[in-house]
Nanobody, 123 residues
């Protein structure tokens, strides 16, 4: 059974930083893609970043490129989202997810989801 547990959310002032973690278990993640998505109140869930587990490039939404970095620790089966220069519009619930499709940026292609962690950026 795949389990994804996010942590690291919180309240931060604009311009600040947070690092989200997603601890994954219950599956062999080789060949899978790990993704981060976010959903703000009244808005659709949107892609933030993706990282193929085994090899390949990273993918970012234009809105976070240059500010956010996705990375992983193979030994800990954990994916991270380092978020810098945060803006109030980054406020959302952030979810990590697993896809069998390489480099996917579409949330319907993600099969397993964590419970989400709230990020609030004050102006």
């Amino acid at each position: 059974q795949v389990q994804l547990v996010e942590s690291g959310g919180g309240l931060v002032q604009a311009g600040g930083s947070l690092r989200l973690s997603c601890a994954a278990s219950g599956w062999t993640f080789s060949g899978k893609t790990m993704g981060w998505f976010r959903q703000a109140p009244g808005k659709e869930r949107e892609f933030v970043a993706a990282l193929p587990w085994s090899y390949g490039t990273t993918y970012y939404a234009d809105s976070v490129k240059g500010r956010f970095t996705i990375s992983k620790d193979n030994a800990k089966n954990t994916v991270y989202l380092e978020m810098n220069s945060l803006k109030p519009e980054d406020t959302a619930v952030y979810y990590c997810a697993v896809s069998s499709r390489y480099g996917s940026r579409r949330y319907p292609e993600y099969d397993y989801w964590g419970q989400g962690t709230q990020v609030t950026v004050s102006s």
